[in-house]
C-alpha cells in the first residue's frame, strides 16, 4: 500500500525526463488506447526531454497544465495528471490522467484529481471540469465518480484509439 502523504502533484521539470520516460515505456501497453500522443511524445530519453520542454512552456501560456504524481522520496514520476482543453470564457476544462501499473488502486489518481480539482477553481478561477473516459475503463470511472464527478451523458464517436473505430465515451462533470 502507498501513502498517499508520500507523493505529491508538481508540474514536469527537466531532472523528470528518465523517471517520465521510464513511466511511459515500462508501461506502454496501458497507455497507447486511451494516452497515445503522450505514449508517443516519450519513447526515447530525448523525447521526454522534448515532451518536458513542451509541456513547461504550455504551462507558462496557461494552454495547458502537465503535472506529475511523485513520490516525495525518489522524485520517480507514478503517473501524469493533465488539465487540458482550458478555455478561460467558458471557465471549464478537462481532465486527464493516467498511472503506472504499480501504482494503481492506491488512490493516487483519486488524491491527484482532488488537488488538481481544487487548482483548476481556486488558482484558474474555472468553474466546470470534465472527465471524458471510456465505460469499460473502469480504473478511470471509478476515479472520476469517487472525485465528485457526475455522469453527464454519453458522447458518440468521441475518441478514435490508434488503429480503431471511434468510441462512445462518458462525460463526466464537476463544478465549483
Not at 482543453?85 to 493516487?108: C, H, N, P, S, W
Request: charged share 30%; proline share 3%; hydrophobic share 40%.
Amino acid at each position: 500500500m502507498h501513502n498517499i502523504e508520500a507523493f505529491h502533484i508538481v508540474p514536469l521539470d527537466d531532472k523528470d525526463a528518465k523517471s517520465l520516460n521510464e513511466l511511459m515505456v515500462s508501461n506502454a501497453e496501458r497507455f497507447k488506447r486511451y494516452f497515445p500522443k503522450t505514449l508517443s511524445s516519450n519513447l526515447t530519453l530525448e523525447d521526454s526531454e522534448r515532451y518536458i520542454i513542451d509541456k513547461t512552456l504550455e504551462l507558462q501560456s496557461h494552454e495547458c497544465y502537465t503535472f506529475g504524481i511523485k513520490e516525495k522520496a525518489t522524485e520517480n514520476i507514478a503517473g501524469l495528471i493533465i488539465v487540458k482543453k482550458v478555455d478561460f470564457e467558458t471557465r471549464q476544462a478537462e481532465l486527464a490522467y493516467g498511472i503506472g501499473a504499480q501504482y494503481e488502486g492506491k488512490g493516487l489518481v483519486t488524491f491527484a484529481v482532488k488537488e488538481v480539482s481544487d487548482f483548476a477553481f481556486n488558482e484558474l478561477n474555472l468553474n466546470t471540469l470534465q472527465i471524458i473516459s471510456h465505460k469499460t475503463n473502469l480504473g478511470s470511472v471509478k476515479v472520476a465518480v469517487k472525485s465528485g464527478f457526475v455522469w453527464k451523458r454519453t458522447l458518440p464517436d468521441e475518441f478514435t484509439p490508434t488503429d480503431e473505430l471511434p468510441l462512445d465515451m462518458e462525460l463526466y462533470e464537476l463544478t465549483k
